[in-house]
């Protein structure tokens, strides 16, 4: 399988590679479970969770984390704000060792899980915010500043005074989002930030995180099953199966990985039988416009000479391959070695 080395110098701006925030190095996770083997038997086994994964995330990427159901995306995210300690290998977030020093790394983490808040249920969404500036001892100026900005970004003076409880799914997410952002934090954690919003929260979710991102540099690990979060926001993605990573790099290259294909839509002058050109295939025929496929890996650039010289064309057009295929095909074929 195709691989991209890690860490596509996304910094806003700069484009140098920078120095990592997040460095993980052959780590593993295994649960012991108890399973029932009859009536009162009862036999251990083990879930290799996360199985020898090894990445870096430099200062200021905002990196995408994919994978099927039961991939390892949330064991390697516990992992990393400590509240998992690995069975092997080496972890850093900031320089600190995640399990060993859970509380001082909560000061320079933030993580939003959609499936759950963090707020305080009966709380108005204000109250639950000086509780999180007293948590973390966040300085009057910075939490002023930083909620000021959240406030206005994320549309919250409506739902400052309302209590959680009361919040709709999207209002919620962004008060959450909000939450995890008072402290300054250098890395955010996203699980599943737009799960079960409407088109308009997550067009302003995702907005808000490229702002974020590109005004302060927070690092961001982004994980969900929703690519377009994933298109919108990450040059880079991680894709994580059977907890090794099947795939770091571009989204091009994904496609490319994926063994996705492009398409040449081609207009003739006028109908014609299946066009023949070396390294593609004509997949459809509609009067004289023609479908033909090609490795995504591939520039279209010979193609292209190859029909016109042959030809009569009219005009062109080229197609990107449904990510959502690329991906689940990449999940079909990922049983093989990881990628270092
Ligand atoms: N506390 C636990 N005890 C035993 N097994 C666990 C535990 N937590 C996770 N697992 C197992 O580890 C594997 C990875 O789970 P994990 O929750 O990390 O996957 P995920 O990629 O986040 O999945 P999803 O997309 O469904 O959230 C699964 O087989 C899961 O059953």
Not at 2 to 24: C, M, Q
Not at 228 to 241: K, N, P, Y
Not at 255 to 278: I, N, S, W
Request: charged share 30%.
């Amino acid at each position: 399988m195709r691989t991209e080395t890690a860490g596509g110098g996304t910094v806003p701006g700069d484009g140098v590679a920078a120095e990592p925030l997040i460095e993980v190095d052959g780590v593993e996770k295994v649960f012991s479970v108890r399973r029932r083997a009859g009536r009162l038997r009862r036999v251990r086994r083990e879930v290799r969770a996360v199985d020898g994964l090894t990445f870096r995330v430099p200062r200021g990427e905002m990196v995408g984390y994919i994978g099927p159901n039961g991939a390892g995306k949330s064991t390697t995210v516990k992992m990393l704000t400590g509240i998992l300690t690995p069975s092997g290998g080496r972890l850093r977030v900031a320089g600190i060792d995640p399990a060993r020093e859970r509380t001082r790394l909560a000061r320079r983490i933030g993580v939003v899980f959609g499936q759950r808040t963090t707020l305080w249920w009966d709380l108005p969404l204000q109250d639950s915010y000086e509780l999180v500036r007293r948590m973390y001892r966040v300085p009057d100026a910075v939490y002023r500043a930083n909620l000021d900005r959240c406030v206005e970004l994320l549309d919250l003076a409506p739902l400052l005074a309302v209590p959680v409880r009361q919040l709709s799914l999207g209002q919620r997410m962004r008060g959450d989002i909000a939450a995890a952002l008072l402290h300054d934090p250098e890395v955010l954690y996203l699980d599943e930030p737009t799960i079960g919003l409407d088109v308009v929260s997550k067009a302003k979710v995702r907005q808000f995180l490229r702002e974020v991102n590109a005004e302060r540099g927070t690092t961001v690990l982004l994980t969900t099953h929703d690519l377009t979060d994933i298109e919108q926001l990450c040059r880079r993605v991680m894709v994580i199966d059977h907890g090794r990573l099947v795939y770091d790099g571009g989204l091009d290259g994904l496609r490319a990985a994926g063994e996705g294909e492009r398409t040449l839509v081609v207009d003739l002058e006028r109908e014609l039988p299946p066009l023949e050109v070396p390294g593609a295939r004509t997949v459809r025929v509609e009067g004289p416009r023609q479908w033909l496929a090609f490795p995504a890996g591939r520039s279209a650039a010979p193609l292209v000479t190859a029909v016109a010289e042959r030809y009569p064309l009219v005009d062109l057009s080229l197609r990107e391959p449904d990510i959502e295929e690329v991906i689940a095909r990449l999940y079909a074929g990922a049983h093989g070695p990881p990628a270092r």
